[in-house]
């Protein structure tokens, strides 16, 4: 069999370095590895270890070897294209779709999975151009690593220190295991809800909660990935509509509970990654509830919402429907994991802990996912993409 065919992309940071280790990982592995460095990845490492390294030449203009049309043919070969490190520079024409040398020009061609990892200063990763260049490549289906936290050159550190290159072969070696082309969601609905209800009081306030939505932008993301019709019910996300997906925005739990029975009436999967209020105010006050001096604030009174995932895994939509539910917890995980998925009468509850700066708002998670037939599947800690991608492989299997 041929060997997986992998571009190495590097763009020029002094991480530039560190990728010799990861392209020695990818040919001791068995890749057939392409560098294509940029005209500044040259600055730090040289052609000469490229192309020892590699066993090809690692030029970085289209105007070199020009009959063999490098700049097309290198990524419509690629089973894989990883840029690392990747500047904040290759980012944004990645992002933008710009095309000025060999690298840029693979990516544009390049129909095979793609991943960045960045590294670059602080300030420089948390710049909201690059930013929006990060969320643009994710929604578009590329991978990219968030950058470790750490010493960066000189005297500093943050975030922005180039990952373990080990783990970005990680990365890569599970991107190419799973393939561009492995649709086994191909044909099949699936709804996901997202992010956190708000139930108002009064025209200027709500109880909220401090979900992100990014773990089932996540779901969703995966899902489209992996061939599926997606429904989105997103709570007052932020977050950009993921590409693909047919996102219907909700606010309090009630409009979330009519917006994922409606769509899961011929759904195959249901997934619950949003945090539902429990509870609303009794009642809505229709004006501003003002303050009063010497009186005391009159208390909230609460009524319970609808348990959505109760009722969706109580009265299935379809024989067959899974239904999958989550849960955040703060103690005895585990055992309040077990209880309520024995409880809500889901097939499946991915089992997380939160706390404070615990998975809320966070591009990464660590789980548990607990199954009704007693199955229990560890989620190690990684990106919010990894657990998303392991909840399919458990759907998949009981669709199956
Ligand atoms: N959920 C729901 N409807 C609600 C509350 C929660 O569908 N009214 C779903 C969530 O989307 C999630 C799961 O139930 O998939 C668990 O939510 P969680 O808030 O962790 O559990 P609770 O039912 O609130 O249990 P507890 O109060 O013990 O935390």
């Known amino acids: 069999m041929d060997k997986p065919k992998v571009v190495l992309g590097v763009s020029g940071g002094i991480a530039a370095y560190k990728a010799c280790e990861l392209l020695r990982r990818l040919t001791e592995s068995g890749h057939d590895v392409r560098v294509v460095p940029t005209a500044s990845a040259l600055h730090f490492v040289g052609e000469a270890t490229?192309?020892?390294?590699?066993?090809h030449p690692a030029g970085t203009e289209v105007w070199e070897s020009v009959h063999e049309v490098p700049h097309v043919r290198i990524g419509q070969q690629a089973d894989l294209v990883v840029v690392a490190p990747a500047t904040a520079d290759m980012l944004a024409k990645a992002a933008h779709g710009l095309a000025d040398d060999l690298l840029t020009n693979t990516l544009l061609t390049a129909r095979c999975p793609v991943v960045f990892a960045p590294a670059m200063h602080t300030e420089m990763w948390e710049n909201p151009a690059t930013q929006e260049n990060v969320a643009t490549l994710r929604r578009r289906g590329a991978v990219v690593i968030e950058p470790a936290v750490g010493r960066l050159t000189g005297v500093d550190t943050g975030k922005g220190r180039f990952p373990d290159p080990a783990e970005i072969f990680e990365t890569c070696r599970r991107v190419l295991a799973r393939g561009a082309g492995e649709r086994d969601l191909a044909g099949r609905h699936v709804v996901i809800s997202a992010g956190g209800t708000r139930e108002p009081l009064d025209p200027v306030r709500y109880l909220g909660n401090r979900s992100s939505g990014r773990q089932?932008?996540?779901?969703a993301r995966t899902a489209v990935a992996r061939g599926a019709r997606v429904t989105l019910v997103a709570a007052n996300s932020e977050l950009p509509d993921p590409a693909g997906a047919d996102v219907v925005r909700v606010g309090t739990a009630v409009q979330l509970r009519e917006a994922v029975l409606k769509a899961a009436a011929d759904a195959d999967a249901v997934v619950m990654a949003a945090a539902v209020a429990d509870f609303r105010p009794a009642h809505y006050a229709p004006g501003k509830i003002k303050k009063r001096d010497g009186e005391e604030p009159a208390p909230v009174e609460l009524v319970r919402n609808p348990d959505v995932l109760a009722e969706l895994s109580a009265d299935r939509a379809r024989p067959g429907q899974v239904v999958v539910g989550f849960a955040a917890e703060t103690d005895d995980v585990l055992a309040n994991g077990r209880a309520k998925l024995a409880r809500k009468g889901c097939d499946l509850l991915v089992v997380n802990e939160v706390g404070e700066g615990r998975t809320f708002g966070s591009a990464e998670n660590e789980a548990v996912v607990l199954a009704a037939d007693g199955g229990e599947t560890p989620v190690p800690h990684g990106p919010k993409e990894d657990l998303a991608d392991i909840?399919?492989?458990?759907?998949?299997?009981?669709l199956a």
């Open 391 to 398: 909840v399919w492989d458990l759907v998949v299997g009981r």
């Open 216 to 219: 089932g932008y996540a779901l």
């Open 50 to 55: 490229w192309s020892a390294l590699s066993g």
